[in-house]
């Protein structure tokens, strides 16, 4: 029998997790220990990416990777408006200007023929934050030929560790393996593939962007000799960049480790849910997502398309079925209107929003 209520999203804490934490709790280190390496050293490994940075949460990976890519007061940085804000928000925190490039209508993923057309209208573009929505990896291969070599490409794969894209080579690209990205960003919040309550991950290119990212993590404070403009000993250690407070806690990196061990299981799971959904919903009008055979989905959301999208949400509440309509477009929010963003701008985004809701990733189907 289903136990109601239903939640949109809830994680899986198995015993393995309690005790990766509670061995952390009867340690030394509470937070900065051993296990935020071993994290780092995992994650790179699962990404196939050359470094990774773990920090306090996905919004604090965006900030530190679009400062350790060099953007700066005044820049412009291309991202999308269908995603959580933060995916913009770390553009402004640089003081860089946001450009919207609207989205492919059958995928909800960053459309590639408006992007050269922003590229040719905005040719001094620092770079591009793709969103990998809902699951889906974003092509960054097309996205660099775009682009070209002398602009950075910052992947935003909070929806899609585990996920794919093939190129033109047929290898599988991994999301945040940056074969053609400069970095890419995860996320460990609840509702995510690996959910640790928070944390988050800045996979890098080239160790450059990784030393400047470990260096801005804790106030921009380092001890490593080979970086000190002066050396006292041991103790010394020298503020050489404003930075933050972004550290994870080994609390948060045991558990994040611990649920990266079963990922390939997790993702298979929601996999094994979407071709349901797929299977069981293929009659109801609605309008089920693309899967294209070029992209490995990861299936962070299952998001259907209806005209009567608020109608349903409210009766599957009514059954205490709880579900989400994911995302208002960025540009929309009252503060980036008074920024001079307008309604009607990003139409390919609005009609989106208007015609969609997403079912959420739960285990009653299993009988």
Not at 110 to 115: E, K, P, R, T, V
Not at 225 to 245: P, R, T, V
Request: net charge positive.
């Amino acid at each position: 029998m289903v136990k109601l209520p239903i939640p949109y999203s809830t994680q899986e804490i198995t015993s393995a997790d309690i005790s990766a934490v509670t061995k952390i709790l009867k340690s030394t280190f509470l937070t900065q220990g051993p296990a935020i390496s071993a994290l780092e050293k995992s994650f790179a490994t699962y990404t196939d990416s050359n470094h990774c940075v773990a920090v306090a949460n996905g919004t604090a990976a965006l900030h530190l990777g679009i400062l350790s890519l060099g953007v700066a007061a005044g820049q412009k940085v291309i991202t999308s408006p269908l995603t959580f804000a933060a995916s913009a928000n770390c553009i402004l925190y640089a003081g860089a200007q946001v450009i919207f490039c609207d989205i492919d209508e059958e995928t909800g993923l960053m459309n590639l023929d408006i992007l050269q057309e922003l590229i040719d209208l905005h040719p001094d573009c620092k770079g591009v934050i793709p969103v990998n929505y809902a699951g889906m990896s974003t092509n960054t291969e097309k996205i660099r030929k775009i682009i070209g070599k002398n602009k950075f490409i910052l992947e935003d794969a909070c929806h899609s560790p585990g996920g794919y894209f093939i190129d033109s080579e047929g290898d599988k690209v991994k999301s945040g393996s940056n074969k053609y990205a400069d970095a890419a960003i995860f996320s460990f919040h609840a509702v995510k593939h690996i959910a640790a309550g928070e944390g988050g991950v800045l996979t890098c290119k080239n160790k450059k962007i990784a030393v400047q990212a470990l260096k801005l993590r804790s106030h921009g404070i380092t001890k490593n000799s080979h970086e000190l403009i002066e050396n006292h000993g041991g103790w010394y250690y020298e503020m050489q960049a404003l930075g933050y407070n972004y550290r994870l806690t080994d609390i948060q990196a045991a558990l994040a480790l611990s649920q990266l061990q079963r990922a390939d299981q997790m993702l298979a799971r929601r996999k094994l849910l979407a071709e349901r959904y797929l299977h069981d919903l293929v009659n109801l009008p609605l309008k089920l997502p693309v899967i294209s055979e070029e992209i490995g989905h990861a299936y962070h959301l299952f998001v259907i398309r209806l005209a009567q999208r608020t109608e349903l949400y409210d009766y599957l509440k009514k059954q205490q079925i709880l579900c989400q309509i994911h995302y208002i477009p960025v540009h929309l929010h009252p503060y980036y209107q008074s920024l001079g963003f307008k309604k009607g701008q990003f139409p390919k985004a609005e009609f989106f929003l208007r015609n969609m809701y997403k079912y959420p990733f739960i285990s009653f189907y299993d009988g």
